[in-house]
């Protein structure tokens, strides 16, 4: 199975930061990488694919890049709402995995 | 909108069986993908299952492949998640989620999930 790592597992930033996320395949998969939305008790949310479409809807704040091994997610200017855990996905191979997790606090 | 209201879920004991129902409204079902993920309480999120539009084509997880099945009735816009021989460590809140036009193995919209609960 492919294994995603995302770092760090949690951060903590100021409104109007700009925030970056890293997640890495254990092995290449392309651009077949997707990142998810989750609040608490919530369904996630799509938020991009092909490690760098922004998914109907999802503010232009979000932005994916990166292929192969190494990706990123960098929310431009940090706002309330966006407190939440962010989780990236592998889909270049079946069984599809998912990273651990990032926790994006408020300070 | 696309709309997936799921249902099934409940508290059910070890060796058990439960099948998870998702409704859909809002796209073309019959031409969609679909997929079955779960997350057990704090933990991360795991895939499950898929199935093609047409139902012809299936993948399942190696923690629940032999026990689990995927199925789907296109006239009637629903997917099913027949799951048997439950385990304590099947506990989780399953999320149905429609595939995305683009790719088959890509997630788009996610139903509410329903709380499965493997239990004595």
């Known amino acids: ?107 | 909108d696309v709309q997936l209201g799921q249902s099934g879920g409940g508290l059910v004991q070890p060796g058990g069986s439960l099948r998870l129902s998702c409704s859909a409204s809002g796209f073309t079902f019959d031409t969609s993908a679909m997929h079955w993920v779960r997350q057990a309480p704090g933990k991360r999120l795991e895939y499950v299952s898929t199935i093609s539009s047409n139902g012809g084509l299936t993948y399942y997880a190696d923690s629940v492949k032999g026990r689990f099945t995927i199925s789907r009735d296109n006239s009637k816009r629903m997917l099913f998640l027949q799951m048997n021989s439950l385990r304590r460590e099947d506990t989780a809140v399953y999320y149905c989620v429609k595939a995305h036009y683009s790719n088959f193995d890509a997630f788009d919209m996610w139903g509410q999930g329903t709380m499965v609960t493997v239990s004595s």
């Not at chain 1, 109907?56 to 309330?80: A, C, N, R």
């Open chain 1, 1 to 107: 199975d492919v294994q995603m790592t995302q770092s760090p597992s949690s951060l903590s930033a100021s409104v109007g930061d700009r925030v970056t996320i890293s997640c890495r395949a254990s092995q290449g998969v392309g651009n077949y990488l997707a990142w998810f939305q989750q609040k608490p008790g919530r369904a996630p949310k799509s938020l991009i694919y092909a490690a760098s479409s922004l998914h109907s809807g999802v503010p232009s704040k979000f932005s994916g890049s990166g292929s192969g091994t190494h990706f990123t997610l960098t929310i431009s200017s940090l706002q309330p709402e966006d407190s939440a855990t962010y989780y990236c996905q592998q889909y270049n191979t079946y069984p599809l995995t998912f990273g651990g997790g990032t926790k994006v606090e408020i300070k």
